[in-house]
């Protein structure tokens, strides 16, 4: 098979969305097909608001085997502001059904803006067997690439990773024009059944979604040194690790209050932070405003990843990440590989994921005394935090490796490309916008 995927990151681009069309790029590269991944320059999230951030190599390369080819990121004057006004602008066109959706389709080329791309697809050499787009809250990737489907005939696939659960949240995923998008599609790939049954409410048919959720390598995934992480970073008494993007969203200012909350009762646990911060503000001032006793017991790691990412999570007792705004949540998988415990909100798709009381425990999002109930329980308690560790490595072992996601996913393309030109549809968004209803939420 030759596949064209298109998202608006790559690797080394570190997100959820691109460790998963990494892991099964490649994989389909080892396999003898041919993958090509179209996408943006950007080196990191804030690229996509921000044009002083920095960006990697416009053009062709390849990755690991993987054909890549990065088109410049753009902006709207007024970069940053002008992306967060656009966004939340497209959120209200919902409330005008017709006015809104045209306004929306004029404005996703913006979202972000990667001018180029339609016409970088364009000269990518022909014989593409299938086309997958990844991530509906950066839009305009995917729907160039459902338009370059549907100009050449050829069945495409959608993983959207939609944030549900959170009505705030959800509608940066859920607008008219994006919901088109994936009713237009010949296969929705979900994470998670609640994921699958939030779609199937907003009129996706059943017959198209298909759940994969996420993975890890388990030969990656080990072989850390807990006791050298320790001795590097001073570190005595238990550990409690975060990992992920530091906002508010995540959950980071709920989970730092929280365990101020325990080293004010006397615990000598050391909250570990890995991750770059994206709202400085916020938690900047959480962390500033700690006693100086309290920011002894947190260990800023930004953003980690070979060696030290394994040693880290080999020196950790309990995992947490109170997020709001996850659809699946690789971070948990990457804690549970290493016999580690979690903790999670009861929001998106992490109640499908994280069983509470067996592999990890569920807070409401924002509930900090909650949240140090839960993680103090943990702490408190070896024998079930190591058993509830145990019970999350052996769900990994049996559900969630990337051999066992990459199989469903490789079944999938296999049986669309080989599905009759008849039943592909071959109506472009615009068209489809005429016959079918996109709700927003």
Known sequence: MRILHTNAAYWPFVGGAETYLRAMSERLVRDGHAVTVATTNASRVQCFWDPRQPRLPEGRTTVNGVGVIRSQLGHLPLAPWSFYLLRRFATKLVRLPRQGRTILDGLAPYMPAVPDMERDLERLPPGFDLVHGANISLEWPLIAGLRY????GLPFVVTPFVHVGDREVQRFYTMPHQMAALHDADCVIVQTDIEARELTRLGISQERIVRLGMGVDLDRARGGDGA????QHGIDGPVVAFMGAVTDDKGIVHLMRAMQHLWQSGSTATLVIAGQPMEPTSFERAYTNLPETHRQRVRRMGVVSG???QDMLAGTDLFAMPSRVDSFGIVYLEAWSYGIPVIGCRSGGVPDVVEHGQDGLLVPFGNQALLALAI???LDAPDRRRAMGQRGRAKVEAHYTWETIYAKLRATYQD?????????SLDTPEQAA???TGTGS
């Open 149 to 152: 489907a549907r100009r050449h």
């Open 434 to 436: 005429g016959s079918k």
């Open 376 to 378: 103090e329980s943990l």
């Open 307 to 309: 060696q030290l990412k």
């Open 228 to 231: 050298r992480f320790r001795v």
């Open 416 to 424: 669309l490309v080989t599905m009759p030109s008849s039943e592909i």
